[in-house]
């Protein structure tokens, strides 16, 4: 049988989930997860595969023979910033679980937002029962930035509810019913009917700092709760948090539901936590189910090794 290359595995996950995912996955080959402490000065030269999420800085030089990096999560912006990356494929995680939940969550703060949650929320601890004006989801055009994998299923799933739905993104698009805008040219038309905006977009150059006072200020304010609603999913890297803060308290933004933040994990002291139109969950939006993502590994790597071309591979002039 030939010689299978161990694989090192480098996941700031929750160190138990790892452990029981690794029960039974990459069968024949040789695992070594740097979380246990054995593995702590282990020589890493001749390896050829790790996987990776929010590595130390020294991996690469530890282990300077990799032929294929693969990403734990589907965004790469934590492994692109890592000294020394070499010049091999890196492969991101594409799964119908990680798009599934990502779908779950833009839908279900849609929904909150759309159905007044938090405003009942206060009434029903104040112990008032009263009727506010319910738009219907048609009512509200959702515009969703950023149209790969998530923003396309979340779109998607957001038109079966009934939300009128756009979208923007580097290339231009077709899908069906929807209509889409690209690039600069596009994003101020597309803005304009976006009543609620959903971040979906990969950190890169181009897309730091994209959520900032000129963009919100450019949204649609003729929606039926008459100033818009921010939903990030995406990178926290893409908003610049003073300028949201200031939009949120000036009326600028309605509300806001955030899952990424500019610095993770958000601080105790920060506003985002206490104010009323926000929702704070912590980058939980969409996590990878360890199994699923050792399973896409195992299967990248079959194809890598019988000379089938690999899937998911970030193009690095784009940063995604
Ligand atoms: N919060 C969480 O738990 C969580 C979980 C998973 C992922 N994420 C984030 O979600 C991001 C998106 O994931 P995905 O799988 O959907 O990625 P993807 O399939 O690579 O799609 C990225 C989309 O963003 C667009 N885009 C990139 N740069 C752009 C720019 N400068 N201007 C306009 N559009 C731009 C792309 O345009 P083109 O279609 O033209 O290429 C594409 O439509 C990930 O990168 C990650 O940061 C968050």
Redesign the pocket.
């Known amino acids: 049988m030939p010689h299978k290359s161990p694989i090192i595995i480098d996941l700031k996950f929750i160190p138990l989930e790892v452990m029981q995912a690794l029960k039974g996955a990459f069968s024949g080959r040789e695992v070594i997860n740097l979380a246990d402490v054995e593995h702590v000065r282990r020589d890493l030269r001749g390896i050829d595969y790790a996987v990776v999420w929010k590595s130390a800085p020294d991996l690469f030089s530890r282990a300077p023979d990799l032929k294929v990096v693969f990403s734990g999560?589907?965004?790469?912006?934590h492994v692109l910033t890592l000294p020394g990356l070499p010049d091999v494929p890196l492969v991101?995680f594409?799964d119908r679980s990680?798009t599934t939940r990502?779908s779950e969550w833009v839908v279900m703060n849609c929904l909150l937002h759309l159905r007044q949650h938090r405003a009942y929320e206060a009434r029903a601890k104040a112990h008032v029962w009263e009727d506010l004006s319910q738009p219907e989801a048609a009512d509200v055009t959702v515009g969703v930035?950023?149209?790969?994998?998530?923003?396309q299923d979340a779109i998607k799933k957001l038109g079966v509810l009934g939300f009128r739905t756009v979208g923007?993104?580097?290339?231009k698009?077709a899908i069906d019913g929807v209509e889409t805008f690209?690039?600069g040219e596009g994003l101020e038309a597309f803005l304009g009917q976006t009543d609620f905006l959903v971040g979906?977009?990969?950190?890169?150059d181009?897309?730091r700092g994209i959520f900032n006072a000129g963009l919100f200020s450019k949204l649609s304010r003729s929606g039926p709760f008459g100033a818009p609603v921010f939903i990030n999913?995406?990178?926290g890297g893409s908003q610049v948090e003073a300028d949201l803060l200031a939009a949120l308290a000036s009326g600028v933004l309605r509300a806001a539901s955030l899952?990424?933040f500019e610095q993770e994990p958000l601080s105790r002291d920060s506003p985002f936590w206490d104010m009323e139109n926000v929702y704070v969950t912590p980058?939980?939006?969409?996590?990878s189910d360890v199994r699923a993502l050792f399973s896409h590994v195992e299967h990248q790597i079959a194809r890598f090794e019988s000379g089938q071309p690999l899937e998911y591979l970030v193009d690095r002039s784009?940063g995604?």
């Open positions: 999560g589907a965004g790469v912006d991101r594409v990680l990502m930035m950023g149209l790969g994998v998530l923003g923007w993104s580097r290339s698009k690209s690039g979906l977009l990969p950190l890169t181009e897309t999913g995406g990178r899952d990424v980058h939980v939006a969409a996590s784009a995604y």
